[in-house]
């Protein structure tokens, strides 16, 4: 079966940096298309950053170029290097794919930006 299993969350002062892993399993990753969702307390989940299976990269505006989404299809991974993090980023990070019409998402891992 399908398994997203995200990692690397924790607590980081305002301009610092971490980095998020997403393991998956169960299907055939170098296939698909990977994204990074978040959720802060109060708001609705929102798309960060997507990869496809060529590599093309997209970002929402709210990023401003201090994220970056890659993968290791050797792996079966997909991260996020996040840099220059601020408070407002704090949020749950969230590993999802879209398979055969099916959206499949991780149980998340918690990112908190202290000021």
């Known amino acids: 079966q399908v398994q997203l299993v995200e990692s690397g969350g924790g607590l980081v002062q305002a301009g610092g940096s971490l980095r998020l892993s997403c393991a998956a399993s169960?299907?055939?990753?170098?296939?698909?298309?990977m994204r990074w969702y978040r959720q802060a307390p109060g708001r609705e989940r929102e798309l960060v950053a997507m990869?496809?299976?060529?590599?093309?990269?997209d970002y929402t505006d709210s990023i401003e170029g201090r994220f970056t989404i890659s993968r290791d299809n050797g792996r079966n991974t997909v991260y996020l290097q996040m840099n220059s993090l601020k408070p407002e980023d704090t949020a749950v990070y969230y590993c999802?794919?879209?398979?055969?019409?099916?959206?499949?998402w991780g149980q998340g891992t918690q990112v908190t930006v202290s000021s």
């Open positions: 169960g299907f055939a990753f170098s296939s698909y298309t």
């Open positions: 990869i496809t299976s060529e590599g093309r990269r």
């Open positions: 999802n794919s879209f398979i055969r019409g099916r959206a499949y």
